[in-house]
């Protein structure tokens, strides 16, 4: 099985400010078939990025992915009140899919 | 557009069963592969099972394998989930989740999600 490893646990920034948000992967993703997911309080996840670097319908240009292989990183260029949430890395390219334990961007 | 409303939730005892279902609509459901995904309360999010799109082929969490049966029903739009033999680690809301490309499996992140449907496993 792929093992996702998000870091940080918890990133505590304020409005305005760049997140950078990192998963790694305990072998290498086959072609970067790698999401990542937002998710805030009581809420289904929403995709925001997928085959790591394309952003999905209607998601803003300050959200934006990188990394192939087995490092993986989504940032925030100017942090929104919005995008305080848990964020997921999710690897879709062999059985079991498996997400990352999740990032929590809280507000500093 | 996308609609995807699961239902079957509820509380049960550990051992005994319980059916989940997802009715789809605003989509030609038998193009996509379906998935279900969890989340236990307060926790990550868990990848459960998935169906292709024709029906033929699923793949299980090591977690459920041999207890959680997943199916569909594409004349009825309807993805369904039977789990057997519940433990207590069941516990979770339960999303289905639709692929994002038609006609294909492990080559697309989840599009659209349910709201998910809660189920409670207590004695």
């Known amino acids: 099985d792929i093992v996702l490893t998000q870091s940080p646990g918890i990133l505590s920034l304020s409005p305005g400010d760049r997140a950078t948000l990192s998963c790694r992967a305990s072998q290498s993703i086959s072609s970067s078939y790698l999401a990542w997911y937002q998710q805030k309080p009581g809420q289904a996840p929403r995709v925001l990025i997928y085959r790591a670097s394309t952003r999905a319908t209607g998601i803003p240009d300050r959200f934006s992915g990188s990394g192939s292989g087995t490092d993986f990183t989504l940032s925030i260029s100017r942090l929104e009140p919005e995008d305080f949430a848990v964020y997921y890395c999710q690897q879709y390219g062999s059985s079991p899919l498996t997400f990352g334990q999740g990032t929590k961007l809280e507000i500093k | 557009q996308v609609q995807l409303v699961e239902s079957g939730g509820g509380v049960v005892q550990p051992g005994r069963s319980l059916r989940l279902s997802c009715a789809a609509s605003?989509?030609?459901?038998?193009?996509?592969?379906m998935h279900w995904v969890r989340q236990a309360p307060g926790k990550g999010l868990e990848w459960v099972a998935l169906?292709?799109?024709?029906?033929?082929?699923?793949y299980y969490a090591d977690s459920v394998k041999g207890r959680f049966t997943i199916s569909r029903d594409n004349s009825k739009n309807t993805l369904s989930l039977q789990m057997n033999s519940l433990i207590v680690e069941d516990a979770a809301a339960y999303f289905c989740?639709?692929?994002?490309?038609?006609?294909?499996?492990?080559?697309?992140?989840?599009?659209?999600w349910g709201q998910g449907t809660l189920v409670t496993v207590s004695s």
């Open positions: 169906i292709s799109y024709d029906g033929r082929n699923t």
């Open positions: 605003g989509f030609t459901f038998s193009s996509y592969t």
């Open positions: 989740a639709k692929d994002g490309r038609p006609n294909t499996w492990f080559s697309s992140s989840l599009f659209d």
